[in-house]
Nanobody, 125 residues
Framework: QVQLVESGGGSVQSGGSLSLSCVAT????????MAWFRQVPGRSREGVAT???????VYAASVRDRFTVSQDNAKNSLYLQMNNLKPDDTAMYYC???????????????????WGQGTQVTVSS
């Protein structure tokens, strides 16, 4: 059993900042590997940020240098610091998790078995 609890979404003006958090729980205590995705109505779901198997960060090109992903593995938690937000960042942001080790294509949505409820981020111009 896996549960994901997200928080931090909201409305902000262009250039502002938001911090998202996701806390995952797993009933058997397995390690979870997590990632952030986002989706705009009419568009496909986009991988935003995660960590590689080796602990390096992976970002979508559209958010690199503006967003910073961090994690607390002991708490199965993932965070996303979003700076210099733009209207194009407006989306529903989802946390995803899997108990399976990932080796490649870390922002491919099909790798992840569990999804949070989503938290809305709205950036006004």
């Amino acid at each position: 059993q896996v549960q994901l609890v997200e928080s931090g979404g909201g409305s902000v003006q262009s250039g502002g900042s938001l911090s998202l958090s996701c806390v995952a729980t797993e009933s058997t205590g397995r390690r979870l590997y997590m990632a952030w995705f986002r989706q705009v109505p009419g568009r496909s779901r986009e991988g935003v940020a995660t960590f590689t198997r080796g602990g390096n960060t992976v970002y979508a090109a559209s958010v690199r240098d503006r967003f910073t992903v961090s994690q607390d593995n002991a708490k199965n938690s993932l965070y996303l610091q979003m700076n210099n937000l733009k209207p194009d960042d407006t989306a529903m942001y989802y946390c995803a998790a899997t108990p399976n080790v990932r080796y490649d294509s870390y922002l491919q949505s099909s790798l992840y078995n569990y999804w949070g409820q989503g938290t809305q981020v709205t950036v006004s111009s």
